[in-house]
């Protein structure tokens, strides 16, 4: 994965006031991915940000000292993001703001080489082929911002054009846009893996895949722990 460095006296300039971001809790009782806001930041660099809270209403309670990691995806594509430790809770009337010190480092990832994460997701999707329309089912093993690899009975092609329909966590996806990208040869009949990449994915798809795929990496973080 491709990272490049930004300055932290720039943070300022790659992160608005206002920005939509997204806190991923690793430990205690709050472990998860929420969805925030960047509040302020102050000359010193620290970041305030809104209490954040998930997609069920529930917010995330952090004592200080606590890690948390804080992420967007910019106009261009670009996932930024940092970790820091809270260190005051600020209470605005009914608002409750976190303030974050200031961050060692930050960092720029192109979205498209972000991490996937093995599933096991029925799909149906539609496919352009032989000048019909086909209609065919499969299982995804793996997704990621930038795609899925797709396991289906059905011959595909590199450049063939598919429209997926899945469910995602308690998120049903539809319609997702993706292009056959490679095959890969599994040495079972009648079983075919193909490598997918996402072509027009909307915002609202893009948040759901990215927030899916960090609160999957952390259960399995989780599980890997347990063995140890």
């Known amino acids: ?11 300022g300039k790659v992160i608005p006031v206002g920005q ?8 205690g009782n709050f472990a998860g991915v929420y969805s925030s806001y960047i509040y302020d930041i102050d000359e010193n660099y620290n970041v305030y940000i809104a209490m954040p809270t998930n997609e069920n209403g529930l917010k ?3 004592r200080e000292g606590e890690e948390v990691e804080v992420s967007f995806v910019d106009n261009r594509g670009y996932r930024i993001g940092f970790t820091s430790k809270l260190i005051e809770i600020i209470k ?5 703001i976190y303030k974050l010190e200031k961050p060692s480092s930050l960092s720029r990832v192109e979205l498209r080489e972000n991490f996937r994460v093995p599933v096991l997701i029925e799909a149906e999707f539609y496919v352009f082929k032989g000048g019909k329309i086909q209609k065919a089912k499969g299982t995804i093993l793996d997704i990621s911002a930038g795609g899925v690899k797709l396991s289906t009975e059905i011959e595909l092609e590199p450049r063939d054009k598919l429209f997926l329909n899945f469910e995602l966590g308690d998120k ?8 056959v990208v490679r095959k890969a040869i599994t040495g079972e009949e009648g079983v ?4 997918l990449r996402f ?3 909307t915002k609202e798809q893009e948040d759901s895949i990215i927030k899916f795929c ?5 259960e399995l973080a989780r599980k890997m722990r347990g063995l140890e």
């Open 192 to 195: 075919n893996h193909y490598g």
């Open 60 to 62: 995330a309670v952090i």
């Open 199 to 201: 072509t027009n994915l």
């Open 20 to 27: 939509k971001v997204m806190v991923y809790i690793e430990r």
């Open 92 to 96: 605005e009337g009914e608002r409750v």
């Open 214 to 218: 960090l609160a999957r990496q952390l």
């Open 172 to 179: 049903r996806m539809e319609e997702v846009e993706a292009e």
């Open 1 to 11: 994965m491709r990272r490049e460095p930004i300055r932290v006296s720039d943070i």
